[in-house]
Structures are given as structure tokens and as C-alpha cells.
T-cell receptor, first 115, second 113 residues
Framework: GENVEQHPSTLSVQEGDSAVIKCTYSDSASNYFPWYKQELGKRPQLIIDIRSNVGEKKDQRIAVTLNKTAKHFSLHITETQPEDSAVYFCAAGMNYGGSQGNLIFGKGTKLSVKP | EPEVTQTPSHQVTQMGQEVILRCVPISNHLYFYWYRQILGQKVEFLVSFYNNEISEKSEIFDDQFSVERPDGSNFTLKIRSTKLEDSAMYFC???????????FGEGSRLTVL
């Protein structure tokens, strides 16, 4: 089955700096890679996702890149703000073509943005 | 905005007791899931449900677990005889189709004593 590794487990940056979180996956059949933000005691919320037919996707200060050959994908947050502080989870799964789309999550990265 | 809702938000139970966690997925969604998150750890897939049957389950989802969609709106997770290690936050999730965004509920925190 799919296995997702996520690094680093904790990341501390100064406000305004960039943050990068990296994930690798094992199943080459995976074709959907979402990123979730989870604030303390809250539900995971989707912040951006990418499908295997594109290499990069950007939404304002957040971008995700995907390297299918190397089976890794990364989250980039630019101009970080204190409200970006949370735990970020990457996930991988098959999003169509016979699978029901269940996701396998990484272990999470606790991002702290210092004012 | 439509939401996935879960009850109870927190349940405390004694080891060996049965627990039912309830979820109301977003009304037009067709795919339903249960995930769990042990405190401070990653979100783990338990089971997916589509067309009134389980479509996939993980190793965690053993014979002590079952899911049901008893009517057109509720989706329940039953743990037959709880163990200490079942203590976790249980998230229900739903999606419109197998290509759409997965929406999570607020979670039900289960504490087994």
C-alpha cells in the first residue's frame, strides 16, 4: 500500500520568511496530492491540492510542486504570517480510475511563525 | 457553506463498552470515510464507504469496528468493545465524487478509561 513520508516534523521561521515542507510517496499509482492545515483542536482543512497531470500549482502565497519521477511533492509558503502557524499534513491517494479516493497522510509538520 | 457534522464532540467510556460515533455528511456527497488521529500523531485512514458498502478498509479497521448508513443522512462508526488504544480523535469525511475535495467534520474525541 501507499506510504507517505513528510519532513521536517517541526519548522520554525521568522515572519516574512518562506517555509518549505517536503513529502515523498511510494505508490506510483497515486495521482492526487492534497495539503491540509490543522489548527490546534480543529479539523484538517484543505489548503491546496495537485493532481499528477501538472507539475506546479500556485494560490496566492501557497504553491505546491510535484515530481512524479522522484515521487515527491512539496509545499511552499511565502511571506509567512503568524496565522500560518499550524500543523500541515501532506497526503497521497488515487483519486479516480477504480479507487474510492481514500488518502494516506504524512506525519505532519508543525510550523511556527515568529513575529 | 455545507459542513460535515459529527456527534458527540467528546465521549468518555469504559474499556469494553460499545461506542457509536455519528456523522452527517454533506447532503449530496456520495463517498464517506472515517479517519482517526491519536493525539499528536498523523491522520490515519480507517474505512471508505460508497453505494451502501465498504469499499476499502485499513488494517486498523478490525472486527471490532463497523460502519453503517442507517438512513439517507447518517453515517455511523461503531466500536464493539473499546480498548485503551482506541482513544483518539475520530474524523468523518465526505466527498461529492471520487475526484473532489475531501471535507472533514470537526471530529469526535473518544477517551477510553
Amino acid at each position: 500500500g501507499e506510504n507517505v513520508e513528510q519532513h521536517p516534523s517541526t519548522l520554525s521561521v521568522q515572519e516574512g520568511d518562506s517555509a518549505v515542507i517536503k513529502c515523498t510517496y511510494s505508490d506510483s499509482a497515486s495521482n492526487y496530492f492534497p495539503w491540509y492545515k490543522q489548527e490546534l483542536g480543529k479539523r484538517p482543512q484543505l489548503i491546496i491540492d495537485i493532481r499528477s497531470n501538472v507539475g506546479e500549482k500556485k494560490d496566492q502565497r501557497i504553491a505546491v510542486t510535484l515530481n512524479k519521477t522522484a515521487k515527491h511533492f512539496s509545499l511552499h509558503i511565502t511571506e509567512t504570517q503568524p496565522e500560518d502557524s499550524a500543523v500541515y499534513f501532506c497526503a497521497a491517494g488515487m483519486n479516480y480510475g477504480g479507487s474510492q479516493g481514500n488518502l494516506i497522510f504524512g506525519k505532519g509538520t508543525k510550523l511556527s511563525v515568529k513575529p | 457553506e455545507p459542513e460535515v457534522t459529527q456527534t458527540p464532540s467528546h465521549q468518555v467510556t469504559q474499556m469494553g463498552q460499545e461506542v457509536i460515533l455519528r456523522c452527517v455528511p454533506i447532503s449530496n456527497h456520495l463517498y464517506f470515510y472515517w479517519y482517526r488521529q491519536i493525539l499528536g500523531q498523523k491522520v490515519e485512514f480507517l474505512v471508505s464507504f460508497y453505494n451502501n458498502e465498504i469499499s476499502e478498509k485499513s488494517e486498523i479497521f478490525d472486527d471490532q469496528f463497523s460502519v453503517e448508513r442507517p438512513d439517507g443522512s447518517n453515517f455511523t462508526l461503531k466500536i464493539r468493545s473499546t480498548k485503551l488504544e482506541d482513544s483518539a480523535m475520530y474524523f468523518c469525511a465526505s466527498r461529492l465524487d471520487d475526484t473532489g475535495e475531501l471535507f472533514f467534520g470537526e471530529g469526535s474525541r473518544l477517551t477510553v478509561l
